[in-house]
């Protein structure tokens, strides 16, 4: 999916700029967004998401501009999946619901069909047995994969990561990206913001670096990661290195 | 020794995370035992103090009075559902009223909320009864009563209905319109299911309240049941029969609707 943006920024009402002005334009196949905390990654992505609305900017997708009025971004978020850190699925439905509801009501299936596709993709990442679950009842990472199978439900043309994984334990954050990578295989496009550099390397074919509100850097993950060209990026890179086995 | 503390004594975990009602993880033998005990003591303190003043209860004169008693059960009744419905409606107006963008109707319904909230029934009362019985026109007192109690406890549901909306987690609002959901969508999918869920309990709850407070009512001589239980302890003096039977009235009614509003809340727990 083309994803194309020009001079977009982001500043909150107390003043605070998050995004500074940047330019992007590629073919977006595989993309993981790193970067330190507070950079603004998870506000740039809820921007390419249409969840926020950026201060300046435009935003095109597939060549279409993304128009900033609430009918035409509803439209639009149809045809994304968005996956949050935590929290994303609603609580007081179970597994099933929560995949079957917005396929009925937002992309017209009918009842049966809906609940089919749910037990479908519930049934794919192991979780058939589970179907009657509230979130709550769930472990965290059966929570993200259900939150996984509810961004894709609907075939997006682009699935939008939140570091799906930085809430869980080791073993659950396999099994998330395991799943993901399976995703990849089946020709899904995605952009993850992601603390995982291991998957960010092998998983993503291209690579962002964004720190202090600024796109610092961007191209193939082999060539970010084995030679990252500024200073920050090296700093950030090292410093992840320092507790590495 | 362990099997007699067993019987008197709710071990930790179960204490933890169950209301009293919740007999699952209790003994039911020991519920019994205890229920007794609790009984026995209550029976016997009424009855000491009665002794002390030398009454000694009899209930047969209730029998020649059973249709006003019956008559003022059900003005009690029907006073509180009528309050129930439309203090619903005044809370929900003015809940939303107070996150309104309209500044004057932002101060408007939070200055109502403060003033009935912060005054005594019973004052109202008397000051709505000239408002609305005198100034308004009302002459009905029943409609009166109706209203007055309706604003009483119209605040009190705006909190209960103001506090669930403001524990709304921004995250599912999001994740709402992550799935493409529209602000009706949402409102029908997200919001009110998750709103009920934490509302439903307490409400349930205030309606034991209305149910409660009709009582004053009987002030503005709407003749409901603690009014007909009143006029029937002045011709005759049995003061005590008439105001123990009063309570058990009123219990028949708040002890379910408080179960409920336990299992309501029990039920949720899990949900929300
Ligand atoms: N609604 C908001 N109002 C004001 N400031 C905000 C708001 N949301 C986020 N911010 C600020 O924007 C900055 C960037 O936030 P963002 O969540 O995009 O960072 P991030 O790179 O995703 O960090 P992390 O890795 O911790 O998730 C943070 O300093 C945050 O405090
Ligand atoms: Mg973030």
């Known amino acids: ?187 899904l496009h995605f952009i993850i913001v992601t603390h995982e550099m291991g998957f960010a390397r092998h998983a993503c074919d291209k690579a962002a670096f964004l720190c202090e509100g600024s796109l610092m850097e961007y191209g193939e993950s082999a060539q970010l990661f084995g030679q990252p060209e500024t200073e920050q990026l090296q700093r950030f890179l090292g410093k992840l290195l320092e507790w590495n086995l | ?76 009744l029907g006073l509180s559902v009528c309050s129930l419905i439309l203090s619903l409606i005044i809370g929900i107006l003015s809940a939303a009223g107070q996150s309104s963008p309209l500044l004057f109707i932002r101060f408007f319904c939070s200055v109502y909320v403060k003033f009935i909230r912060g005054t005594p029934l019973i004052m109202q009362i008397y000051l709505f009864f000239y408002i609305v019985g005198t100034a308004w026109g009302v002459n009905n007192r029943f409609v009166a009563g109706v209203l007055i109690l309706s604003i009483f406890e119209g605040a009190y549901i705006a909190e209960i209905i103001r506090g669930s909306l403001l524990s709304l987690d921004e995250s599912q609002l999001e994740a709402a319109r992550s799935v493409g959901f529209t602000r009706r969508q949402t409102w029908r999918f997200v919001i009110l299911p998750q709103m009920i869920a934490r509302t439903l309990p307490a409400l349930t709850g205030q309606f034991a309240s209305i149910i409660k407070d009709s009582s004053l009512l009987s002030i503005i001589a709407v003749i409901e049941l603690t009014q007909a239980m009143r006029e029937i302890s002045a011709v005759n003096f049995r003061l005590f029969e008439c105001y123990l039977f009063l309570g058990i009235l009123y219990l028949c009614l708040t002890l379910p609707i408080s179960l409920i509003s336990e299992r309501l809340e029990r039920r949720f727990q899990y949900e929300s």
């Open chain 1, 1 to 187: 999916m083309k994803v194309e943006f020009q001079n977009l920024s982001k500043q909150y009402e107390s003043g605070r700029i998050i995004l500074k002005p940047m330019d992007f334009a590629d073919d977006v196949h595989t993309l993981a967004v790193i970067g330190p905390s507070g950079g603004g990654k998870s506000t740039l992505l809820r921007i390419i998401g249409g969840l926020i609305a950026p201060t300046t900017g435009k935003l095109w997708v597939n060549s279409e501009e993304i128009e900033q009025n609430e009918s035409s971004l509803q439209q639009y978020r149809r045809k994304i999946g968005f996956v949050f850190q935590q929290g994303g699925l609603f609580r007081h439905m179970n597994a099933h619901d929560n995949i079957a509801v917005p396929l009925e009501q937002v992309h017209g299936f009918s009842r049966t069909e809906a609940s089919g596709r749910a037990m479908e993709l519930l049934e794919r990442f192991g979780l058939k047995d589970d179907w009657k679950k509230k979130p709550a009842a769930l472990s965290g990472g059966q929570q993200q994969r259900v939150a996984i199978a509810r961004a894709i439900a609907a075939k997006p043309g682009l699935l939008l990561l939140d570091e799906p994984t930085s809430a869980l334990d080791p073993e659950y954050t396999t099994e998330v990206l395991d799943v993901i990578q399976e995703l990849k295989e089946d020709g």
């Open chain 2, 1 to 76: 020794m362990k099997r007699l503390k067993q019987l008197f004594w709710i071990s930790e975990d179960s204490r933890r995370n169950a209301p009293l009602t919740s007999k699952k993880k209790i003994n039911r033998f020991a519920a019994l035992l205890n229920l007794l005990l609790v009984t026995a003591l209550w029976v016997a303190l009424f009855w000491f103090s009665l002794r002390a003043i030398h009454v000694q209860l009899d209930f047969a004169f209730l029998g020649q009075f059973r249709i006003r008693i019956w008559d003022g059960f059900l003005v009690t």
